[in-house]
């Protein structure tokens, strides 16, 4: 049981250029993340899936977009990279039934993609 | 506007001693709040969490405790390990976001031998 997988693990970019980070969980759950963390300033939250067939904005969504292939993978593209999106991407899925905490309801994390863009 | 704040960044406890991580928040309108535990390299992974209608909530060497009228909790380890030595989060629930978690800046916990 693999749990999230992200891919890559590493990626350098040069200022303009595309990519586009992969994301896929195998424990059949409702909703996926995409969080940001950089130093001093914790997770932040990119966008999100509640549900396969929608996806929202989060808290800093400027310069993403998503998209929710179907219920397992969730991607993250940057158009146009930036300096600013030098940053560790993480991925994560939940359940979503039951009380944040509970066994159902646990926001469980990939290990991460660090990026770099000169 | 942080909601979520750990105001300490790092914290530095002798092994065997407790741990105490700090977390203030300003919505009074969260019900739950957890604690994440991360280590280099690896993703966050859970901890433990609290629902806003208890005070306390304990397991094995690590408690919640929330006081809801200075809207603060605190992470207890006791005794604390080396393998404690992680950074950890605090969370909450962000409202009218799919169960997304709003997390605090975190913070660097040492233990020492």
């Known amino acids: 049981n693999a749990g999230v997988t992200q891919t890559p693990k590493f990626q350098v970019l040069k200022t303009g250029q595309s990519m586009t980070l992969q994301c896929a969980q195998d424990?059949?759950?409702?909703?996926m993340y995409w969080y940001r963390q950089d130093p001093g300033m914790g997770l932040r939250l990119i966008y999100y899936?509640?549900?396969?067939?929608?996806?929202d904005k989060g808290e800093v969504p400027n310069g993403y977009n998503v998209s929710r292939l179907n219920k397992r993978e969730f991607s993250l593209r940057l158009e146009s990279a930036a300096p600013s999106q030098t940053s560790v991407y993480f991925c994560?899925?939940?359940?979503?039934?039951?009380?944040?905490?509970?066994?159902?309801?646990?926001?469980?994390f990939g290990a991460g993609s660090r990026l770099t863009v000169l | 506007d942080q909601q979520v704040k750990q105001n300490s960044p790092s914290l530095s406890v002798q092994e065997g001693r407790i741990s105490i991580l700090n977390c203030d928040y300003t919505?009074?309108?969260?019900?739950?709040f957890l604690w994440y535990k991360k280590y280099p390299a690896e993703g966050p992974t859970f901890l433990i969490s609290?629902?806003?209608?208890?005070d306390k909530n304990e397991d094995g060497r690590f408690t919640v405790f929330l006081n809801k009228s200075a809207k603060h909790l605190s992470l207890h380890i006791v005794p604390s390990q080396p393998g404690d030595s992680a950074v950890y989060f605090c969370?909450?629930?962000?409202?009218?976001?799919?169960?997304?978690?709003?997390f605090g800046k975190g913070t660097s916990l040492l233990v020492t031998p």
């Open positions: 994560a899925s939940l359940q979503g039934i039951g009380p944040p905490g509970s066994g159902a309801n646990v926001l469980t």
């Open positions: 424990m059949n759950h409702n909703s």
């Open positions: 899936s509640a549900s396969e067939g929608t996806t």
């Open positions: 919505n009074s309108m969260f019900d739950y």
């Open positions: 609290i629902s806003s209608i208890k």
């Open positions: 969370a909450a629930p962000y409202s009218n976001s799919g169960y997304a978690l709003n």
